[in-house]
Nanobody, 125 residues
Framework: QVQLVESGGGLVQAGGSLRLSCAVS????????MAWFRQAPGKEREYIAA????????YYADSGKGRFTISKDNAKKSVNLEMNSLKPEDAAVYYC??????????????????WGQGTQVTVSS
């Protein structure tokens, strides 16, 4: 079992930055990939970025390229999402997730095995 707890969400002005963190506990196997998704009201949950827990290899969806950076801290057992140049359309609940079998492409919520409770990000224009 893996437990995930997000933090760092809040209200930010357009153009600003936020750093989300996901505290990870439980059993992490070498194949585990951690990912961030987001879900805005009335929209499907959207994959943003992922990182391989052992190798540190990162993956980005088009929505996450350029302004978002995913990283991990093995000592703190956490995964972070640095978000820059935020836009009002980035407002959503952001979720941390984990899977032991990474699909490689066409990443969908159903590919993930574990989820955090989410953290709200609000971007004012």
């Amino acid at each position: 079992q893996v437990q995930l707890v997000e933090s760092g969400g809040g209200l930010v002005q357009a153009g600003g930055s936020l750093r989300l963190s996901c505290a990870v506990s439980g059993v992490i196997v070498s194949s585990t990939v951690m990912a961030w998704f987001r879900q805005a009201p009335g929209k499907e949950r959207e994959y943003i970025a992922a990182i391989n827990w052992r190798a540190g290899t990162t993956y980005y969806a088009d929505s996450g390229k350029g302004r978002f950076t995913i990283s991990k801290d093995n000592a703190k057992k956490s995964v972070n999402l640095e978000m820059n140049s935020l836009k009002p359309e980035d407002a959503a609940v952001y979720y941390c997730s984990a899977t032991r079998v990474w699909p490689g492409n066409r990443v969908r919520p159903r590919n993930m095995d574990y989820w955090g409770q989410g953290t709200q990000v609000t971007v004012s224009s």
